[in-house]
């Protein structure tokens, strides 16, 4: 179990781990730069922080619970209401002769921008702690 700092402390943690999936996915694309009929993939997750951030902000949520009424049931899992990235091929490029649509410029652009993201994410969650560790620090001078 881990403790929560902030409402947006795990907010910023599937933000970070979306971010890093997209970097993986990127990375996998330019490595299929000259694999035949290879289509680029992305992930779009803005979608599921969007919802995630939402349920943050609402203190019910919106949509009625299933009830467990025993401990041997298998929880409900509700695939249209998932915090998911979803993952699609990326379209409106020239395919090749041999049917790969990789666009190397495309694919480091977006690269870089993901990784400016991933970045702000690691400054706001550091920044996110650091109010919490002084407050922890102060209260401690007090005694």
């Known amino acids: ?66 009830a467990q009424t025993d401990a041997q049931h298998l929880p409900l899992q509700n695939e249209t209401n998932s915090q998911k990235p979803k993952l699609f091929y990326r379209d409106g490029h020239m395919a090749r002769n041999d049917g790969n649509s990789v666009d190397l410029d495309v694919e480091t652009t977006e690269m870089s921008k993901n990784s400016v993201m991933f970045n702000a994410l690691i400054q706001a969650n550091k920044k996110d702690s650091d109010i919490f560790k002084s407050v922890i620090d102060s209260s401690g001078k007090i005694s």
């Open 1 to 66: 179990m881990s403790i929560e700092i902030s409402r947006t402390h795990s907010l910023i943690k599937d933000a970070l781990d979306f971010r890093a999936a997209r970097q993986d996915m990127i990375a996998s694309n330019i490595a299929n730069a000259d694999t035949p009929f290879y289509k680029p993939r992305d992930i779009r997750f803005e979608d599921a922080l969007r919802a995630k951030e939402a349920a943050l902000l609402k203190e019910k949520s919106p949509h009625l619970e299933l």
